[in-house]
């Protein structure tokens, strides 16, 4: 083993400031971040008018300052519900007040993208906008949210990889981790789900005008990044005593084998969708 080369895990403050008693995390900040530059990426799809078809987009920009607030109670709230009944649901009945506890970390990604899809459909409803138009903004901007969900994974010291004795094997701090080097996988995932998945969505919407078809961007973020979490699977280190760690499996892989089906679908269903058939009524369409 190449001891010598391994990374001691860098010794960070989860805490970044402190205002009196209360205190700010970089765990909170990361998630807030993100949020916020997906935020601004819509917005700016939606002010490039050759993103859409007859140059005309699906919603006012000022409608966005209103999604963000659906997708924030669809991150927290699934994200966390995700959590407790995907990967802890017999210690969180027993210890039912820590479901509040987010501080701690433990948030679910597959949870958070359940709420999320709530959430848009119900902000598509109420605005009566096309809810594939939205869920394809959406997914566009996530990767750019991954990026800084992982990096907050990685300043909690949390959901780091299995042993191995590659020379950026990292050693974590707490008695779990315990004293072998690891694979810091959740910098695998921040770039394989975050910047990598990006730029294929970058390409298909600016370069491809994907958002001419609605619905073919959620179905293609879908499957990118049901990829890349399984494939980022084989070097994380599996929830223990999981019970969908079923061989080669785990919970991570088998959570995303059905959003690869899901946006396979879509993408088919997408490709149906001819520019000539796509609604210019923003009322119209609302249905996924």
């Known amino acids: 083993m190449l001891s010598f080369l391994t990374i001691s895990y860098p010794a960070i403050d989860p805490v970044a400031f402190s205002i009196g ?3 700010v995390k970089w765990y909170g900040l990361a998630y807030m971040s993100g949020l916020l530059v997906g935020w601004f990426y819509i917005k700016k799809i ?3 008018p050759r993103l859409w078809v007859g140059g005309k987009a699906p919603m006012a920009i000022e409608k966005v300052d209103d999604l963000l607030l659906w997708l924030v109670f669809g991150v927290i709230v699934g994200g966390r519900l995700g959590y407790v009944f995907f990967y802890g649901p017999l210690f969180f009945l027993q210890n039912p007040l820590e479901i509040f506890a987010t501080w701690k970390g433990g948030m679910s990604f597959h949870g ?25 903004l959406c997914a566009a901007s996530v990767p750019l949210g991954l990026i800084f969900g ?4 990685f300043v909690n010291a949390e959901l780091w990889g299995r042993t ?7 050693v974590f701090p707490g008695r779990e981790a315990g004293p072998l080097p690891r694979h ?4 695998y995932e921040m770039v394989l789900e975050g910047v990598v998945l990006f730029i294929v969505l970058r390409i298909m919407t600016h370069k491809k005008l994907a958002l001419h078809r609605p619905g073919l961007i959620i179905g293609l973020f879908l499957v990118g990044y049901g990829l890349a979490r399984s494939f980022s699977e084989f070097f994380r280190q ?21 959003m690869i089906a899901l946006g396979i679908y879509f993408i088919r269903k997408a490709k149906g969708r001819g520019t000539d058939s796509v609604v210019a009524d923003a009322g119209a369409d609302t249905k996924p």
């Open 21 to 23: 008693p209360v205190s």
């Open 46 to 48: 939606l002010s490039t």
């Open 112 to 136: 958070a993208l359940v709420g999320c899809g709530i959430s848009i459909w119900l902000f598509a409803r109420r605005h009566k906008v096309n809810v594939w138009s939205i869920m394809d």
């Open 150 to 153: 992982r990096l907050a994974n």
């Open 164 to 170: 191995t004795d590659v020379a950026w094997g990292m």
């Open 184 to 187: 810091p996988s959740q910098l």
């Open 238 to 258: 599996p929830d223990v005593g999981h019970a969908l760690n079923i061989g080669p499996l785990t919970a991570g892989i088998v959570y995303s084998i059905p």
